[in-house]
């Protein structure tokens, strides 16, 4: 089992920044690749980015890929995802989530999940 929890989100004005981060707990190991997603009303939950845990690779979507960083905190076992450039269709609720493969971009093959944490830009 692997817990995560998500922190920070928030309101801010397009062409801002803001961060958030995922708090990972219980059987984590180098293995495990952490990914985020978004969602809005009546939308599928859409893939972000990702990065594995052990050897740092990561993957983006196109739509934020140059916008948007993730990495992660081995110290503190968190991700993080800096968020810049945001634009109104940035809003969304953000998704932290575990697999135990690669840098999948298909939420099915992520087996853990966060409780998502609200990120509104407005215009």
């Known amino acids: 089992q692997v817990q995560l929890v998500e922190s920070g989100g928030g309101l801010v004005q397009a062409g801002g920044s803001l961060s958030v981060s995922c708090a990972a707990s219980?059987?984590?190991?180098?293995?495990?690749?952490m990914g985020w997603f978004r969602q809005t009303p009546g939308k599928e939950r859409e893939f972000v980015a990702a990065i594995t845990w052990g050897s740092v690779n990561t993957r983006y979507s196109d739509s934020v890929k140059g916008r948007f960083t993730i990495s992660r905190d081995n110290a503190k076992n968190t991700v993080i995802l800096q968020m810049n450039r945001l634009k109104s269709e940035d809003t969304a609720v953000y998704y932290c989530?575990?697999?135990?493969?690669?840098?999948?971009?298909?939420?099915?093959?992520?087996?853990?999940w966060g409780q998502g944490t609200q990120v509104t830009v407005s215009s």
């Open positions: 989530a575990a697999s135990p493969g690669g840098l999948y971009y298909l939420a099915p093959a992520y087996d853990y």
């Open positions: 219980g059987r984590t190991s180098s293995s495990i690749t």
